[in-house]
């Protein structure tokens, strides 16, 4: 275990460096004459001006001098954004309970419907209920999220007055946070459920003729105790992963779509606003933030994986 | 003893004539035969496929039905005109800027107009063409970097491996939405060699580049696998060169997993084009897509909810085309997947 735990960190590290390292480079790139000074000062700055700002952010210096300031700014919290002048800690603090709200609770329930529908669609497989689970998921996958949302704002907000149609409310008014955020907790969660419940369907069919499912039945354990203790945790292990991975992307600012058509101002939203306007250092420490979560979740995962599963072995 | 081999042949499920080695045995049927016999018989696969080439074949046809039946040009906007829905002349653009709906009318206007008073029905087809194209270069470009970094990883292992798979790991790591915005961005503005922001090209650069790992690593975990075989050993043995081995013996070997992944990658290329353009760093107008409109009709809410609908519709009726067919292929070809509907 403090092996695993040595080896992953490790790991983490390393891709971390190299993410960062990855996005410094491709916007330095990008931006004009691959210095943001120009862009601060404004357009009508002297070339005096524009100089003094250079030296005063060290953009005059070598780009992996300027690498190395970056990330250190980004690290003791003291990087201010090139756009809005604001502290990008704060910028992303702000938005964090929006998108974590989001995330989690679409989270839970892609997952647990997800369960239940590919769970059905197995034991049903070839009849009518899983056929119409098929098609249902067959459409879920292929729906694009901010069309499916703009459906929703029209017809369950404009229209019938259903839902509201768009921002977010804190979580201190609980009534008013819940119903901000069902549609889209829903809009997110459509593709997801697509997915999971037809991977976990055809897992579910491959582990039903395996050896150790016939030898529960044989001992005379009841159908259902044969479905929950032995095929459906056999299962879980493929969906769990992926689950674990998407769930980090979605906290780390992967929902941007969702976020921009319900205008929810989390991360994902301040990670479009920043591309939009060439900052690099919000862009940057969001991007961080992603792959932290991505590496985190990917180890707590393969603990899971452990515990789903003891014929694997945490090395 | 005539009825004791007839009992062994019926325990084997084989009759008794091919038992008799004096009848002679029916050639084989190879497995992409069978494969084909399989899909045939799928007609719900058979029946999308037939949907999406249908799409094509329409998006094609664009140029004849803008120029021939409607007589509009996809950019062409005509605020000030009017058109007639169900005998009652309307205003293309009312006196708010409101765009006129559908007039179902298949010569003028049939599916409504955008905000700016142009051809919704014309932009469409023209639209789908762009989506289509991007999405098929995307799929083109992933599939080939993923065959070439999938088998280099696999087949060679070590240093080559490390470095491919890492390269893997950091692409897998970002958000797909937020690497193509990124991407899209960076060529966006400084333009990479030929591809500028304004050609369709760096889009689909974009979006193939994206999906390069969902790809690869499937391909390097079989690579590894099939290199283990005795076939690839013999091949060894001879003295076939390393590349040889990977095009001649290993590619063919994948050529199914191949198959499956093309219509899976893209109906995924289509839908994140519209995505990343929806979000601005995709197609740039004046070009058209599918993305484009919908982000247009999207600021229309609630007034012209046909801007919205009508592409996007479009666009759900394809990639679930693609999906579908592509379903009932992985099914074909994975003779498996029929038993363990069976078996249940």
Known sequence: MARFLVRRLAVMVGMLFAISLVTFLLFIVALPGGNPAGMLAGRLATPAEVHLISVHYGFDKPIWVQYFRTMEHIFDGTSYSY????????EIEAGLPTTLSLALGAGVIWFLTSIVVGTLAAIKAG?????????LSMIGVSMPVFFLGAILIYYAGYKASLIPISGYVPLSNPADWL????????????????IYSRILRSTILDTINEDFVRTARAKGLSQRQVLLRHILRNSLVPIVSLWGLDLAQVIGGGAILTESVYSLHGVGYLAYQSVQHFDTVTLL?????????????????EVLYAFLDPRIRLQ | MASLRDEAAFDTGITAEILDDTVELPPGVGPYRLAWRRLRRNRVALAFGLIFLLIVVLCLLAPIYSQDIAHISPDYGNPTGTVKVGGKTEDILNAVGIP???TWNFTHYFLGADEEGRDVAVRLLYGGRNSLEIGLVATLITMALAIIAGTLAGYLRGITDGIISRVLDIIWAYPAVLLGIVLGTVIEIRGLGPFHSTTLLSTALVVGFVYVPYVAKPIRAQVLALREREF??????LGLSPLRIMTFEILPNLASTIIVFIPLVLANAILNEAALTFLGAGVQPPNASWGTMIS?????????????????????LTVLSINVFGDGLRDALDPRARIRIGKE
């Not at chain 1, 009849?127 to 098609?135: F, G, I, N």
């Open chain 2, 100 to 102: 006129v709906g559908p």
């Open chain 1, 127 to 135: 009849r009518y209920t899983d056929r119409v689970l098929t098609v």
């Open chain 2, 232 to 237: 690839i050993d013999a091949a060894r043995q």
């Open chain 1, 179 to 194: 119903w901000h955020l069902i549609a889209p907790w829903f809009t997110l969660s459509v593709l997801f459920i697509g």
């Open chain 1, 83 to 90: 756009q809005s002048g604001f502290n990008v800690l704060s």
């Open chain 2, 296 to 316: 247009d009709g999207i600021s229309t809410i609630p007034e012209a909810f046909h801007n919205v609908l009508v592409p996007g519709i479009m666009l759900v």
């Open chain 1, 285 to 301: 420490s969001i991007v961080m933030l992603t792959a932290f979560c991505v590496v985190l979740l990917g180890a707590i995962v």
